[in-house]
Structures are given as structure tokens and as C-alpha cells.
């Protein structure tokens, strides 16, 4: 069993930043992808980002190539997600995933541990 904590949500404005962490426990993630899904209101949960823990391999949606930035730090055993330049269609609950192989993938059935969620919003 995986279990992953996020933080670093908020309230900012418009062209404003922030960075969403994702911690794992239980156990060791490193032949695990781990990815960043947002769900707004009264729309379908989408992808946003994934990165691979071993090779650091990344893929990102469309809409936020460009903008946002996903890594992660060995030693803290923590997963980021950099936001810049947020927009107000941002504004979603955003949640962490994990799935063991190192393909990033961008289904989220393709996923098997989630997160609680921490929430976004980006005022205009």
C-alpha cells in the first residue's frame, strides 16, 4: 500500500504561483510514476502531469505545458508540482496518484493509489 499526503494548495491570483507537494509512505516509490490529475466542479477529472521516480521521465497536458513543472527530490521523498502563470481555469482540486512501472501515463485508471486532494483557486 501506497499513501500520499498533498499541501501546498491556496488561493492566488491570476498570473500568481504555487507549488503542490506530494509525499509517499508505506512504501518505496522508486519503480513507481507518480502523477498529478485536477478535478473541478462539475467536470471529469483530468490529467495534468506524471514523471517517472527512477528516470525522471515527464509528460504533461496540453494545457499546461509551458507553465507547469513537475519534479521530484530523492532524498525528501517528495513529488512537486510548480505552477506558474495560473489561470483562472486552473482552479481545481488537484490530487497525487501513484502507479508502479516508469510510464508516465495520463489515464487515471491507469493509477492505483490516490490522494486526499488539496484544492486550487485562482481568482481573476
Known amino acids: 500500500q501506497v499513501q500520499l499526503a498533498e499541501s501546498g494548495g491556496g488561493l492566488v491570483q491570476t498570473g500568481g504561483s504555487l507549488r503542490l507537494s506530494c509525499a509517499p509512505s508505506g512504501r518505496t516509490v522508486s519503480d513507481y510514476t507518480m502523477g498529478w490529475f485536477r478535478q473541478a466542479p462539475g467536470k471529469e477529472r483530468e490529467f495534468v502531469a506524471a514523471?517517472?521516480?527512477?528516470?525522471?521521465?515527464?509528460n504533461y497536458a496540453d494545457s499546461v505545458k509551458g507553465r507547469f513543472t513537475i519534479s521530484r527530490d530523492n532524498g525528501k521523498n517528495t513529488v512537486y508540482l510548480q505552477m506558474n502563470s495560473l489561470k483562472p481555469e486552473d482552479t481545481a482540486r488537484y490530487y497525487c496518484?501513484?502507479?508502479?512501472?516508469?510510464?508516465?501515463?495520463?489515464?487515471?485508471?491507469?493509477?492505483?493509489?490516490w490522494g486526499q486532494g488539496t484544492q486550487v483557486t485562482v481568482s481573476s
Open positions: 514523471i517517472s521516480w527512477s528516470v525522471g521521465r515527464t
Open positions: 496518484a501513484a502507479r508502479r512501472g516508469n510510464t508516465p501515463a495520463s489515464l487515471g485508471t491507469d493509477y492505483t493509489y
